[in-house]
């Protein structure tokens, strides 16, 4: 069983210049680089359509992560996030993401709705995420969901700083 939750993350920047940044290589470099104390990198980059596939590998290290998973592991996370960039049409936008958390029974996936106007840029994050521990996965989920929304409130704040910078 997954848990769902939503999370909206809101970034003053114009939704043109966030979806330039979304199907930048550089933009994902430096949020691989700069989401973790522990820095990550880009796998793979394709511009589409109007759009990106990106393969980001990530490390979440344990102090990033809920209580009751840090329990339960004795290293940083290894995280392998794809995501797909949906071209810009009729001022919105649309991604899907998935990750695969090595090693672990955990995974999280989800759509990113992209909506916004010359100022602001709103991102409305509809989450699932399974943990695969009998008994205890259903406990754990919430937090897990938790910590993915404080992940994705900063990597907001990280994206208006690179656009700030770069665009």
């Known amino acids: 069983m997954a848990t769902r939750t939503e999370n909206t993350v809101t970034i003053n920047q114009p939704l043109e210049k966030v979806h330039q940044a979304f ?4 933009y994902w470099a430096y949020i691989a680089q700069n989401l973790s104390p522990e820095p990550g990198e880009v796998n793979s980059f394709t511009a ?5 596939d990106v ?3 990530e490390v979440l290290p344990l102090d990033v ?3 009751a998973v840090r329990a339960m592991i004795s ?3 290894k995280v392998k996030r794809t995501i797909t960039v949906g ?3 009729d001022g919105t936008a649309h991604l899907d993401y998935n990750a695969d958390v090595k090693g672990t029974p955990v995974d999280f996936k989800g759509t990113i709705g992209v909506a916004g106007d010359d100022a602001t840029t709103t991102l409305a994050y509809n989450n699932e995420v399974s943990v695969n521990i009998p008994f205890m996965g259903p406990a754990i989920e919430p937090k897990v969901a938790d910590a993915l929304g404080e992940l994705f ?3 907001g ?3 208006e700083k690179w656009i700030s910078e770069n665009l």
């Open 23 to 26: 199907t930048n290589q550089e």
């Open 48 to 52: 589409t359509d109007g759009g990106a």
């Open 55 to 57: 393969v980001l590998f």
């Open 65 to 67: 992560l809920p209580e």
């Open 75 to 77: 290293q940083a996370l």
């Open 87 to 89: 071209a810009l049409s």
């Open 153 to 155: 409130a900063n990597e």
């Open 157 to 159: 704040a990280l994206t």
